[in-house]
């Protein structure tokens, strides 16, 4: 199989720059507003600012993957002496917090990385530069597409007989699991 380019998109974030503006969540809100830029509400935005200023907390958190059940336990950092929030660090939109949730809907938020977009605009909004947009490529395998797999099949069935070929696939797949 052969290889192909993909592209890795990050946002390394810098801890100890961000203050706690809050200007990518408003930047993100509004980009995302329908239609774009008529309005800002941080409750919509797909990076959220774990904040606390007594504690000197400021935690800029991308919305990752929707997950249907919580996490069984919690998890919670102490780095440099400072205590983080219980799930500060997680990225999930889940039933047991209140982030990363359309506030009229209630459907899960996920960052895009502001497709269509050159650079991701909280990057660009963050005047701290806390957030630092980094693009790299990697060569990963040609995934095999269902059409090709299909057409393959499709010949192997003219030239054998579908019967005979899910007999074979039956075995196979017997051996592989024994
Ligand atoms: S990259 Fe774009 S979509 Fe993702 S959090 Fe930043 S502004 Fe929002
Ligand atoms: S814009 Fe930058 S400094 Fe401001 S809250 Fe976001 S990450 Fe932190």
């Known amino acids: 199989m052969g290889k192909e380019k993909k592209t890795i998109k990050t946002i390394k ?17 509004a ?10 509400n941080p409750a919509r935005s797909r990076i959220r600012m774990i904040r606390d200023p007594i504690r000197d907390v400021y935690v800029p958190v991308y919305a990752g993957e929707f997950t249907a059940s919580e996490c069984m336990g ?6 440099d002496g400072k ?45 701290n530069e806390a957030l630092i947009y980094e693009e790299r490529e ?4 040609e995934e095999v597409k269902a059409e090709d797999v299909e057409i393959g099949l499709g010949s192997l069935i003219d030239k054998y007989g579908l019967e005979k070929i899910a007999d074979t696939v039956a ?5 592989k699991k024994g």
């Open 171 to 175: 075995r196979m797949s017997m051996a």
């Open 83 to 127: 205590e983080y929030d219980e799930c500060g660090f997680c990225r999930a939109s889940c039933p047991s917090r209140n982030v990363f949730k359309e506030p009229d809907s209630g459907l899960p938020l996920k960052c895009d990385m502001c497709e269509g977009e050159e650079k991701p605009l909280c990057v660009k909004w963050c005047l």
């Open 74 to 79: 919690r998890d919670k950092y102490v780095i």
């Open 31 to 40: 980009f995302h507003a329908a239609p774009k830029y008529s309005s800002n």
């Open 13 to 29: 974030i810098d801890l100890d720059k961000c203050n706690g503006c809050r200007a990518c969540e408003m930047i993100c809100s």
């Open 138 to 141: 990697e060569e990963v395998e």
